[in-house]
């Protein structure tokens, strides 16, 4: 079935016509005659061919064969083999079999077009022809509803390609990473997106309209991944794009600065990754290091570097010099991380296996490849996390899947390296790792981002548990704030998730666990009004994320179904009832939210105060009834100034 298809043959997308199922449209990559650049379209001997006799004989109609390696879709309109669609940067469509193709059709859609579904039965029914168009032959016909996949999100046309609609109201955001600030009353959220720049946001906002897109602001950038707070100025960030292309912008004016280190004239280049490490040191606020085939330190806001390690790769030259967008770069450091206990102690892991670290901020770089344990040895270090507690402790993520080895791999020393334990427990056999995380304050409790979801240790390791409800879905980063304990994570495909209040997992002992029923400690709150915005009056075609919950927010323990239900009764520390809340008695951890307000059971329907008015600040208790089970605790409500409460 290769008549007249060129030779030395790679990539190959097929389509075939739903109209007429002999014809089969090929969009064929071809390395005869050599290639060209990255942005050429044209191929020397590959491009479109098409078959009528269902791929017997192929007739070559175009040379158009994008960058095969990143697209090779080609599509043919279900209702017309004439009408084509080639997917390559832009959408191309040709009207002639594939002979000639336009670019008319991707305005307003983002660049890079992978995936392209037509609706069959979507052709307009025939209009009368015009007195002065009698004679001429009748428009074929073209299916109007597309739904067109780039790298930008979802798009779609009701009208054969054009005025596209942008369908961005869904969590479909592919991060790679993610930073918190401190910001009071909601922190920030930082993070760079897979060809999307990079973006900051707030993780609530003060407004029923909830968290919309324009609440975002982008910060610059190719594909984004690190992106840091600068510790001073709350307008100032570092981000970057791919290959160390980092940089700083100020949204206060406008001005953005390409900072990314670049060696002597005659001096080998420098390597980076497509996703290059980035941290602030915790000690030093201001210094920044950065990771390409060697480690960076980054000073006066960027403006400055100096290289403080050798070339910590093999740098083999067989792997180091291919070519293409910067994705292929290999042979860098690929995982930083500096010890939060003590300075100038760092780790360094590169994408080729190997394992180092400092304890004087780059003065000497020590190996520790030898001492890891297989499998992880020499496989890509993904993840260093250096432990909170003791500056001696620290884990390492490996993955493998590359090379079809789809085993989680994760490792824990306590002695700077020398010897490692695994703590890979029984997180699922195929679950591929990309972070770890260690709690800030509970040293035994970890989390681990896999390709199929988030899951936590509470243990140290020895046993893992799926937590949350994150779809099975790529998670990139985990991040925890210090002032709220809430637990951030990046997916790749999900776009961001915050579990609010993470200190009940802090807490979570075998003794808890073996209680019938438990109540966790509750964090100090403060009270406010959201403002009502438009939300009920401007339709469901906004997207809106969640706002964390207002108010106080309880976390019940249940260790087995008895038939009986949860009840916390909050009275104020004079032991005045003002709320009573019930929940199912369902196994695992139950939320209760209350919004600090009466609940009716304890107040006046009709001549009492306004039900919508908060409480007064103060300290008040909860006490939790499970069955025979009764469990106190007390947390403090503070009111945004210049509230009156009831």
């Known amino acids: 079935m290769s008549g007249g298809l060129p030779a030395q043959t790679g990539r190959i997308g097929l389509a075939v016509s739903a109209s007429n199922p002999k014809i089969v449209m090929a969009v064929v990559q071809s390395f005869e005659g050599g290639s060209g650049t990255l ?25 158009m064969d994008p960058r095969p390696f990143y697209f090779s879709q080609i599509r043919v309109d279900p209702a017309n083999d004439q009408r084509v669609y080639l997917l390559q940067f832009a959408l191309l469509v040709s009207d002639d079999g594939g002979k000639n193709f336009r670019e008319d059709l991707s305005e307003k859609v983002h660049p890079d077009c992978h995936a392209l579904a037509i609706q069959p039965g979507t052709v307009p029914a025939p209009k009368p022809p015009k007195p002065e168009d009698k004679n001429k032959p009748p428009k074929p ?11 930008g999100g979802l798009y779609q046309s009701f009208a054969g390609g054009k005025n596209w609609d942008h369908l961005n109201k869904i969590p479909a955001g592919e991060f790679y990473r993610i930073t918190l600030d401190d910001s009071k009353p909601y922190f920030r959220i930082a993070g760079g997106l897979q060809d999307n720049e990079n973006w900051v946001g707030p993780s609530g906002v003060q407004s029923k309209e909830l968290i919309r897109n324009s609440d975002w602001t982008a910060l610059a950038g190719g594909d984004g991944f690190y992106v840091l707070f600068d510790p001073t100025d709350h307008d100032t960030f570092y981000a970057e794009s791919q290959q160390g292309e980092v940089h700083r912008i100020n949204l206060r004016n406008g001005e953005l600065r390409r900072l990314r280190p670049e060696p002597t004239e005659g001096a080998p280049r420098y390597r980076f990754h497509w996703n290059s490490p980035m941290l602030m040191s915790r000690h030093k606020p201001g210094i920044i290091y950065l990771g390409g085939n060697c480690v960076f330190k980054l000073t006066d806001r960027m403006e400055k570097y100096s290289v403080i390690s050798p070339d910590l790769t093999h740098n083999d030259p067989a792997k180091t010099n291919a070519t293409g967008s910067g994705a292929e ?32 901020d780059g003065g000497k770089w020590t190996e520790l490849t030898n001492n890891l344990p297989e499998p992880a040895r020499g496989q890509w270090v993904v993840r260093i996390e250096a432990s909170n507690a003791d500056p001696n402790t620290a884990y390492v993520a490996t993955n493998a899947y590359r090379t079809g080895d789809d085993r989680p791999m994760l490792l824990r020393t306590s002695d700077l390296g020398k010897t490692w334990q695994p703590v890979v427990g029984d997180l699922p056999a195929n679950a591929s790792l990309e972070v770890v995380r260690e709690d ?7 989390y681990a981002g896999t ?4 899951f936590a240790s509470f243990d140290q390791g020895s046993h893992w548990v799926r937590i949350g409800d994150v779809p099975p879905v790529r998670v990139d980063d985990i991040q925890i704030q210090p002032r709220t304990a809430d637990l951030a994570i990046a997916t790749h495909g999900r776009s961001i998730a915050v579990l609010d209040d993470s200190t009940p997992f802090r807490e979570f002992t075998p003794e808890i666990a073996a209680k019938p029923a438990h109540l966790f400690s509750g964090r100090s709150v403060t009270g406010a009004y959201l403002q009502p915005g438009f939300v009920d009056a401007n339709g469901k075609g906004v997207y809106r994320g969640k706002n964390p919950d207002e108010g106080a927010l309880f976390t019940v323990w249940v260790k087995e179904f008895t038939g009986d239900e949860i009840k916390i009764a909050i009275t104020k520390s004079t032991g005045q009832p003002v709320a009573n809340l019930k929940a199912p008695g369902t196994p695992g951890f139950t939320r209760l939210n209350w919004d600090l307000r009466p609940t009716k059971d304890v107040s006046i329907e009709y001549g009492g105060d306004d039900p919508k008015r908060l409480l007064p600040a ?6 939790l009834t499970f069955g025979p089970n009764k469990v106190k605790q007390s947390f403090h409500v503070d009111l945004a100034e210049g509230i009156t409460p009831r």
């Open 39 to 63: 942005s050429d379209l044209r191929s020397k001997s590959g491009g479109v061919f098409r078959s009528e006799d269902s791929g017997e004989h192929w007739t070559r109609m175009s040379a």
């Open 329 to 360: 770069n290999y042979g860098v450091v690929f995982s930083l991380a500096e010890s939060p206990k003590r300075a100038g102690l760092l780790w360094a892991g590169t994408d080729d296996g190997r394992l180092w670290i400092t304890e004087n």
């Open 440 to 446: 800030p304050v509970n040293p035994k409790l970890l």
């Open 451 to 454: 390709h199929f979801g988030l």
């Open 141 to 151: 016909p073209v299916c109007q509803r597309l739904l067109l996949g780039t790298d």
């Open 618 to 623: 103060g300290d008040y208790n909860a006490e």
